[in-house]
């Protein structure tokens, strides 16, 4: 069974400082990967998708993926108390078509 | 990246009864999704809706239970039947956009209260 994991939280951070959210995956034919932030009574909003090992970056959000060590994780930089929410991490593989979401990450970002 | 309504966006049922949630994008997809997120949980996948086919279910979730439509590319319906107060929940829709990542796109939900 593929499996997502993620650390539940909350994570605290104080204004300004780097979040850093952290996911691992089990299926190792995983190629896309995806983080949503979710406000509390909202549906998911995609932030950024990664499908190469590196980093890439969208303004003060950087993803990283390590195919080798089965790991992707979200950094947010200059983090603001807007971004306080849940992050949820996704993967799919080439070959279904179907999103395995991890149980998501509190984030707390503290004035 | 597409825009998704869904209706109702929220209800509060009978046990026993049942309800159909729709599901409108703005334009022709091929895949739509339901999800399930009880709460304090995360996404959990219902149903696969391709327009032409019979919808292909996850384990644990049957089309007794779930029935589900998709009679053109733009639309879908979820009905949640013979409701019990464990089906309260968020329901969501998405659509899967063939785009740079093939990335998902989530309605804004119905959130279910069965009493």
């Known amino acids: 069974q593929k499996e997502v994991e993620q650390n539940s939280g909350p994570l605290s951070v104080p204004e300004g400082a780097i979040a850093s959210l952290n996911c691992t995956y089990s299926?190792?034919?995983?190629?896309?990967f995806f983080w949503y932030r979710q406000y509390s009574g909202k549906s998911p909003e995609l932030i950024m998708f990664?499908?190469?090992?590196g980093d890439k970056e969208d303004g003060r959000f950087t993803a990283q993926l390590n195919k080798a060590s089965q790991y992707v994780s979200l950094l947010i930089r200059d983090s603001q108390p807007s971004d306080s929410a849940t992050y949820l991490c996704?993967?799919?593989?080439?070959?279904?078509?179907?999103?395995?979401f991890g149980p998501g990450t509190r984030l707390s970002v503290l004035p | 990246s597409a825009v998704i309504s869904q209706k109702p966006s929220r209800d509060i049922c009978q046990r026993g009864t049942s309800l159909t949630i729709q599901c409108q994008v703005d334009s022709q997809v091929t895949m739509m999704f339901w999800y399930r997120q009880q709460p304090g949980q995360s996404l959990t996948l219902i149903a696969t809706?391709?327009?032409?086919?019979?919808?292909?279910?996850e384990s644990g979730f049957v089309i007794d239970k779930f029935p589900i439509s998709r009679p053109n590319l733009t639309f879908s319906t979820l009905t949640v039947s013979n409701m019990s107060p464990e089906d309260s929940s968020i329901y969501l829709c998405s659509v899967d956009i063939q785009g740079a990542g093939n990335e998902q796109f989530f309605g804004p939900g119905t959130r279910l209260t069965v009493l």
């Open positions: 990664i499908y190469s090992n």
């Open positions: 809706a391709n327009q032409g086919s019979e919808a292909t279910y």
């Open positions: 299926d190792r034919g995983s190629q896309s």
């Open positions: 996704a993967v799919k593989d080439n070959y279904g078509q179907n999103f395995v």
